[in-house]
């Protein structure tokens, strides 16, 4: 016995004995297996003999309606064929065999003809649940039906399946063809079969040989050059399909390794290196969804969410997959994960692959924080703390091919649970609107010109440039990272990097796009149905009432846009629900800019739901303007209060915002009132906001739900050619985020280093902030002191002439100050040598080592320096941090990738020995 023995039978038994799941599993099951009666085989005729005629009538689709009744007919057979054998019910073996009778008498199990195939999936499905149903009940056959069974399994299965897929001289497909779920699925089932016929096989340990060796060579298949084609599985484990189609891949497989570890005693299949990651690429791609009920009187299932890019599928048709790994790998986290999406076991697979002794944990934590990159499927993941919520980023970026769409850049945003940033996801494959519709750039979260996302042809030809996450950077409190999608749009950008910046209270997403040439941009949000778009206010927002609250989203960049609203679709119902002709409608929200030169800088903040009246604002720094909070009256006890008053108590000036040029400004309070030439510096955070001198050149409206034709006609109303920087010689684009507690951070984006001018500088100047770098942010508590630095793609920042980072490498850098500690991360494409300010510019400047120092009191310092560095970093006196005298900074060599370390400095290793 292949799968059913005697062991998993009594396996089987005790787990119903003691596991609850297993045990309600278990009763339904045999519940609605015992209710199988003649009325039911009849009616399972009826409906085959009825497809089969509309088929023959109609053609088309009609072909896959049939070759689906059949494999759900045929995976009946193998649940009753597992119940015959734990029940010993001979009512349920006579099922099975007539099953077998009457889906032989199909002429063949091909239902998706095309490409000279003599079988497909249908007929690997097939295959193997009619195998598995025969080697349950064979014993109970007689020697004619024995005979017409193998026969029949031979001839419509077998055959059709090696030759066309393994076949040395018969075969008509590489793996470099149709090598990604397909070739597994039927090369799987050639597998099963061979087990199971036995000597009915010619040369069957051969035809076994080929099939075993054919499927290591499946994992490590490299990918190939010609065909676009990449690698199955990256170093992580991740497949280069959608996590659904993973699920579908493993399936087949799975039964076959079961079948010939018992057969053979040969373990090598199932403990490939790359079966052992996995269990954490699928732990990885959820989130804990929301939840409403107590802990212990909600449903386990459903508290954990996919993420549907792509062609994902139904989670749980595979989930059997998750078990079977699960008791390979030990990890009681699959266990978890089976129960929050499935349930409890419903089917005979399930039933069979049930681990014993596992403890089942849970899948996934809403608790925790961090950056997951999965390198070569493009995949972004980030994990933070907001506003008593764990927020989860989804960034999509890798190729666009088959099942994965038009949407490289796309992202998903969830709150609490919720979803507040959608991805459309697909709907079933013969309904128009799954190409006219779901497959496109226009479906998903990214960036159109002129209507124009992704070339369609990619669906079918592959992606010779898949985009990338080539950055990210973890550090307290702050999150980013970096999606290259440049690859996937050629002919269309030059330049499509997307920027994530994750803080408490709000998501800064900067788009950097350059196109072949000028036209009108579109950003495209796509939300859960309740869409708003708000007028008349100094600054239009997007936003969406969920269960976590309300989340606004404002786009201080470009100034110049106009919001329109679009007819869309949510991800549609899986066909197995029976309700795969419901398209939800839900609109989606296009801002739109147009730009001469091809250059543009969409610079969007989500501001995250918050409990409490107050909530995060944010509105643009302008060039001009005071570092005394913008020219706005400011709470004293806010970090702008504290630092609109640093200038007049003779503090340092904490923002960094001069005023070169500006009116002189009125001291009030202890904050600037700006004159009239600082208006244009306002607060755009929501609907009841006014501000004076702001200049969009033309008022924003909102559309109709499907004035398209509108939509079209807008582009008259951005005005001719607009110059690569919208107001002249503005370099940086900047804007604030203000806390309810009175934190805030600015966040500068340079405009110079944006790869214009490859072999000049990128040194751009906003009041007393100086850097190369592309985007930078400075934190403030509400103290008003510097509490982090960050600058990405940049090689130094420097504050009021106080030089915080350095280094010879352009690097992702966070330098934050707090507790008597300086912590320094860093993500470098090589070793670097990495200088840092060890205490913010608000203090005296000998305190870091910069001071007037005579030549003996620095030499002692240098050493007292050193030797406290050499004791903070490692015990052994390893002195991997120093003190530069020529700089007055510290310097670290840090290795490539991302790395950090913490510094801490006390008085002894801070102030120089007299």
């Known amino acids: 016995m292949l799968l059913y023995d005697g062991e998993t039978l009594a396996r089987s038994r005790r787990l119903i004995e003691t596991v609850p799941a297993m045990t309600r599993g278990w009763n339904k099951f045999a519940a609605e297996m015992s209710s199988r009666d003649d009325r039911w085989s009849e009616e399972a005729r009826e409906k085959v003999a009825l497809l089969r005629e509309r088929w023959k009538r109609l053609g088309g689709s009609k072909l896959f309606s049939l070759g689906n009744e059949v494999r759900e007919l045929a995976k009946q057979a193998q649940n009753l064929a597992y119940y015959a054998r734990m029940t010993g019910s001979s009512e349920a073996e006579r099922r099975v065999r007539s099953l077998l009778a009457l889906l032989g008498e199909e002429e063949r199990w091909v239902y998706q003809s095309g490409g000279g195939r003599n079988s497909d999936l249908w007929t690997a499905d ?36 090696y030759e066309d897929w393994l076949h040395p001289v018969k075969k008509i497909h590489a793996l470099d063809t149709m090598g990604h779920n397909w070739w597994i699925v039927c090369v799987s089932a050639a597998g099963l079969l061979i087990l199971t016929l036995g000597d009915r096989v010619p040369h069957g340990e051969d035809a076994l040989h080929a099939v075993t060796e054919g499927l290591r060579e499946w994992f490590a298949y490299p990918g190939n050059v010609l065909q676009n084609k990449q690698a199955n599985f990256g170093p992580d484990g991740d497949y280069v399909e959608t996590m659904g189609y993973l699920d579908y891949a493993l399936g087949n497989f799975f039964v076959f390794e079961t079948a010939y570890r018992r057969r053979t005693g040969d373990e090598t299949l199932g403990e490939l290196p790359v079966l052992a990651k996995i ?43 998750w078990l079977r790994l699960a008791d390979l790998t030990r990890r009681g986290e699959l266990l978890g994960l089976f129960a929050d999406i499935k349930g409890d076991p419903a089917e005979a697979a399930e039933l069979a692959f049930y681990p014993e002794g596992l403890e089942e944990l849970p899948p996934v934590s809403d608790e925790t924080e961090g950056i997951t990159v999965l390198e070569h499927s493009g995949y972004g993941f980030v994990r933070w703390q907001s506003g008593g919520q764990q927020i989860v980023l989804a960034v999509k970026t890798g190729e666009s091919w088959n099942h994965n769409h038009l949407d490289a850049g796309t992202f998903m945003l969830t709150v609490g649970g919720a979803v507040y940033a959608d991805d459309s996801g697909h709907c079933a494959y013969s309904k128009p609107l799954y190409n006219g519709y779901y497959r496109q750039s226009a479906a998903h979260n990214v960036v159109l010109l002129d209507g124009r996302g992704q070339p369609p042809a990619l669906i079918e030809e592959g992606t010779k440039f898949p985009g990338s996450i080539p950055d990210w950077l973890d550090a307290p409190d702050y999150k980013y990272l970096l999606a290259d999608c440049v690859g996937p749009y050629s002919g269309l950008y030059r330049r499509f990097y997307r920027h994530f910046l994750c803080l408490e209270g709000a998501m800064i997403v900067i788009d950097d796009l350059q196109s072949e040439q000028g036209g009108m941009f579109e950003w495209l949000l796509h939300m859960p149905a309740g869409l708003k778009i708000t007028t008349g206010t100094a600054e239009p927002s997007l936003s969406i009432a969920g269960s976590s609250g309300e989340m606004k989203v404002l786009h201080p960049y470009p100034r110049r846009k106009e919001y329109a609203k679009r007819a869309g679709y949510l991800h549609a119902p899986p066909r197995e629900t029976g309700r795969e002709d419901e398209f939800p409608e839900a609109d989606y929200a296009g801002v739109r800019s147009r730009s001469a030169d091809g250059r543009m800088k969409f610079v969007s903040a989500f501001l995250l739901p918050e409990r409490g009246e107050r909530k995060t604002t944010v509105r643009r720094l302008e060039a001009g303007e005071s570092a005394a909070y913008g020219g706005q009256e400011a709470d004293r006890d806010t970090a702008a209060g504290k630092l609109s008053g640093s200038e007049k108590e003779g503090g340092a000036n904490m923002a960094g915002m001069l005023r070169p040029g500006s009116n002189p400004s009125e001291s009030v309070g202890g904050a600037h009132k700006v004159g009239a030439t ?236 007299e």
């Open 126 to 161: 097939i295959g193997v649940y009619l195998s598995a149903a025969y080697d349950a009940v064979r014993s109970g056959c007689t020697p004619q039906e024995r005979s017409a069974i193998e026969d029949m399994l031979y001839e419509k299965a077998y055959l059709p399946l």
């Open 279 to 321: 269990p954490g690429v699928y732990l990885e791609t959820i989130y804990r969804k929301k939840t409403h009920a107590e802990e212990a009187e909600r449903d386990r299932a459903g508290e954990v969410g996919t993420f549907h890019f792509g062609d994902d599928g139904d989670r749980r048709k595979h989930a059997y997959v």
């Open 678 to 913: 600082d208006s244009s510096a306002g607060r755009i955070e929501g609907d009841d906001t006014r501000v004076a001198g702001m200049s969009y050149g033309f008022e924003a409206k909102m559309l109709g739900e499907h004035a398209a034709s509108q939509a079209e006609e807008l582009g008259a109303a951005f005005g001719e050619a607009l110059s690569p920087r919208e107001d002249p010689g503005e370099d940086v684009q900047a804007l604030r985020l203000e806390r309810p507690d009175g934190a805030i951070v600015d966040v500068f984006v340079n405009l110079r280093a944006d790869g214009r001018v490859m072999h000049e500088n990128a040194h751009a100047v906003f009041g007393g902030l100086e850097t190369d770098a592309f985007l930078c942010t400075l934190s403030y508590g509400r103290d008003g002191r510097l509490r982090r630095a960050t600058l990405h793609n940049g090689s130094y920042l420097k504050l009021n002439g106080r030089c915080l980072f350095s280094s010879l490498l352009k690097a992702s850098a966070a330098i934050s100050y707090r507790g008597g500690e300086v912590e320094v991360g860093a993500s470098l494409s090589a070793d670097a040598w990495c200088y840092f300010s060890p205490v913010p510019p608000e203090q005296a400047a000998g305190e870091a080592g910069g001071g007037s120092m005579t030549p003996p009191e620095r030499e002692a310092y240098v050493r007292q320096a050193n030797a406290a560095a050499r004791s903070a970093s490692h015990p052994s006196g390893e002195a991997d941090v120093r003190f530069d005298p020529l700089s007055g900074l510290w310097k670290r060599k840090m290795p490539a990738g991302r790395s950090s370390f913490r510094l801490p400095l006390g008085a002894s290793a801070s102030q120089p020995i």
